[in-house]
């Protein structure tokens, strides 16, 4: 329930109230639930833009019980974006790589790279290629 909860304080855009229930929504959470999944990943592009410091803190956790596959984030070493070697297939969740579907441009990921073509045809300039949250 805390983790619907959570839902709740996020559409309402209650970011203090949800920074406050994290630690229970995150510890009932379960990483094998498609529906808590979504949500608790959806928190961390939620703190994205709102709240500096906590967002990283907060991928690092969903990395470690399994709710990301991503690298850990740490600000202090300069490691500001998740999985900035293309190890894993794009999530485009929080703090994951997203392109934006545009006529015109593919992209192919494989393990170590992720290829961008743009053929010339797209009806506005290419630049949609960016790491950014994900949240609704």
Request: glycine share 8%.
């Amino acid at each position: 329930m805390p983790v619907k909860y959570l839902e709740f304080l996020m559409q309402s855009r209650r970011t203090d109230a949800a920074l406050d229930l994290w630690p229970q929504a995150f510890s009932s959470a379960v990483p094998a639930d498609a529906t808590d999944r979504r949500l608790v990943t959806l928190f961390a592009g939620f703190l994205a833009g709102r709240v500096e410091s906590p967002s990283s803190g907060c991928v690092n956790q969903l990395v470690e019980r399994g709710f990301l596959r991503y690298g850990r984030l740490d600000p202090q070493k300069g490691i500001f974006i998740a999985d900035s070697d293309f190890k894993y297939p794009p999530m485009e969740s929080a703090f994951g790589w997203h392109l934006e579907e545009t006529p015109g441009v593919f992209s192919v990921w494989s393990p170590g790279s992720y290829r961008v073509e743009v053929s010339g045809m797209n009806p506005r300039p290419f630049s949609s290629c960016r790491c950014f949250p994900r949240h609704s």
